[in-house]
Each structure stands twice: as C-alpha cells, then as structure tokens.
C-alpha cells in the first residue's frame, strides 16, 4: 500500500527518524543518532534473544500492542505516514 502511494523504504526511514527526534527532543532529551539505514544486526549472529524481547516481537508480529502510548505522543503508522505526505 505505501509503494502505491509512492512512499520508499529510504523516505520511511527518514520520517521514522524524524519522528523519533522530535520525541526525544519532546522529552529534552538531544542525542546524535545513527543515520537511518538497513537493519544489520542480524547479519552479525550476535545477537542472542532472551525471553521478554521475543515475547514483545512475536506479539507484534501478531498485530498485538505491546506499548503503551504517552498523552500527546503520536505512535504508529498513521503518525509516521503523515509525515511522508
């Protein structure tokens, strides 16, 4: 659906980035962050899951929420697709 509405996996990332500044900025918080780029970590092998992350993932996975939102915060695909428009 994003393709067709001409959204890229390059301009996601750079609103997901967007986004998550201005959250931390929202909080006072300024930190220098890596550019938005291709998810490696994986590649590497050393990554080992332990029980509560791959509890959070295969929750997720099955479109459960597993955060719970902060007044005034937007969260999710609708916040970050209105910055891409």
Same mark, same amino acid.
């Given at each position: 659906? /994003?393709?067709? /509405?001409? *959204?890229?996996?390059?301009? &996601?990332?750079? +609103? %997901? =980035?967007? #986004?998550? =500044?201005? #959250?931390? &900025?929202?909080?006072? @918080?300024? +930190?220098?962050?890596? $550019?938005?780029?291709? *998810?490696?970590?994986?590649?590497?092998? =050393? %990554? #080992?899951?332990?029980? !509560?992350?791959? =509890? %959070? @993932?295969?929750? !997720?996975?099955?479109?459960? $929420?597993? +955060?719970?939102?902060?007044?005034? %915060?937007?969260?999710? /695909?609708? !916040? *970050? +697709?209105?910055? /891409?428009?």
């Amino acid at each position: 659906m /994003l393709r067709r /509405l001409g *959204i890229t996996v390059e301009t &996601a990332r750079e +609103a %997901v =980035a967007t #986004q998550h =500044a201005e #959250q931390l &900025a929202s909080l006072g @918080i300024t +930190a220098h962050t890596p $550019s938005p780029g291709r *998810i490696t970590f994986h590649e590497t092998e =050393a %990554v #080992q899951w332990g029980p !509560s992350p791959l =509890a %959070v @993932i295969k929750e !997720s996975a099955q479109g459960k $929420s597993v +955060a719970t939102p902060q007044p005034g %915060v937007p969260v999710g /695909l609708p !916040s *970050i +697709a209105s910055r /891409l428009s």
